[in-house]
């Protein structure tokens, strides 16, 4: 069983930055991969970014590629998100979640995630 829960959410302006954590329960925690995902209402989920845990190899959405950093802290079971230059199409509740991913297609593939956190509200004022 893995528990995920995300935190550093708020309400920033246009240009700003945020950093989101995942805090991850499940030890050894490298055989899995993290992703972030956001969802903005009336929208679907969409795929943002992924860290790759053993190796710390790393995916990302074109929307976020140069502005979003994704990394983890092995010590402390825990995936970051630091998101620069937010514009307020960034505007959504970020998820993160993890799987066992085999195949590099299924990085972005949120059917393949089993495990979720509970979201946390990112808004970015104009």
């Known amino acids: 069983q893995v528990q995920l829960v995300e935190s550093g959410g708020g309400l920033v302006q246009a240009g700003g930055s945020l950093r989101l954590s995942c805090a991850a329960s499940v030890r050894p925690f490298s055989i899995y991969t993290i992703g972030w995902f956001c969802q903005a209402p009336g929208k679907e989920r969409e795929f943002v970014a992924a860290?790759?845990?053993?190796?710390?190899?790393?995916y990302y959405a074109d929307a976020v590629k140069g502005r979003f950093t994704i990394s983890r802290d092995n010590a402390k079971n825990t995936a970051y998100l630091q998101m620069n230059s937010l514009d307020p199409e960034d505007t959504a509740v970020y998820y993160c979640?993890?799987?066992?991913?085999?195949?590099?297609?299924?990085?972005?593939?949120?059917?393949?995630?089993?495990?979720w956190g509970q979201g946390t509200q990112v808004t970015v004022s104009s």
């Open positions: 860290i790759r845990w053993n190796d710390g190899m790393t």
């Open positions: 979640a993890a799987a066992r991913v085999y195949r590099g297609s299924d990085y972005g593939n949120k059917g393949v995630y089993g495990y």
